[in-house]
């Protein structure tokens, strides 16, 4: 069954650090998301993205993230200079039409020292 | 603006039992669309099953069945005979056409006993 991949499963940073993380959606899907959960916390949605820009973001989702698409099969979301508070299990998902629910990776777990 | 209530942190359920985790949600659309994903320690969203708001039907997969309560806007989750794997953190959320992004509930935590 086709899966999201995301890499890595785990990552350390420091303070002040750039990050990306990466994601391989379905390759027929269209849409594409982000979405994090705090430790213990609900899931909540960062960015969503269809036909190569963002369609929607939420208001976590500051000047210090992006999303990219580079070539077609990767999308990526970079936080340039994360805070401790970016700590997080981050998902991507993708969907090939959203009323059909979405299809989340294993996610990356963000710890921000 | 939509919102989805989970309104119990934890339940627990014997093998074999049958166990109902609640949901409820509010919206002022008409066309939407209601999830349930389980999410066990691996930490991977697994969707479990999925409800049309236009259909009276109770959506069903194997083992799991929704209650859809369109006028009280309410989604419960009914796990029969339950099995040592089912036992995960559950979360329900609400899909609206206006609203355009999947909306998630706080989440229940199931646990199984043998």
């Known amino acids: 069954e086709p899966e999201v991949t995301q890499t890595p499963s785990h990552q350390v940073t420091q303070m002040g650090q750039e990050v990306i993380l990466r994601c391989v959606p379905i390759?027929?899907?269209?849409?594409f998301y982000w979405y994090r959960q705090i430790l213990g916390q609900k899931v909540e949605f960062l960015v969503s993205?269809?036909?190569?820009?963002?369609?929607?973001k939420s208001e976590i989702f500051d000047d210090q993230f992006s999303v990219e698409r580079p070539d077609g099969s990767n999308f990526t979301l970079k936080i340039r200079s994360t805070k401790l508070e970016d700590s997080a299990m981050y998902f991507c998902?993708?969907?090939?039409?959203?009323?059909?629910?979405?299809?989340f990776g294993s996610g990356t777990r963000l710890t921000v020292v | 603006a939509q919102t989805v209530t989970q309104s119990q942190p934890e339940m627990s359920v014997q093998e074999a039992e049958t166990v109902t985790l609640s949901c409820t949600y509010d919206?002022?659309?008409?066309?939407?669309?209601l999830f349930w994903y389980k999410q066990p320690p691996s930490r991977q969203m697994i969707l479990v099953i999925r409800?049309?708001?236009?259909?009276?039907q109770n959506a069903t997969e194997n083992r799991f069945s929704v209650n859809f309560q369109k006028a009280a806007k309410s989604f419960s989750l009914k796990i029969s005979d339950s099995q040592l794997g089912d036992a995960a953190m559950y979360f329900c959320?609400?899909?609206?056409?206006?609203?355009?992004?999947?909306?998630f509930g706080q989440g229940t935590i199931l646990t199984v006993h043998p």
């Open positions: 998902a993708s969907s090939q039409g959203q009323i059909y629910g979405y299809t």
């Open positions: 390759s027929n899907h269209l849409y």
């Open positions: 993205f269809y036909n190569n820009e963002i369609s929607e």
């Open positions: 919206t002022s659309e008409s066309d939407y669309y």
């Open positions: 409800q049309e708001a236009y259909k009276q």
């Open positions: 959320a609400m899909w609206g056409t206006s609203y355009g992004k999947l909306t």
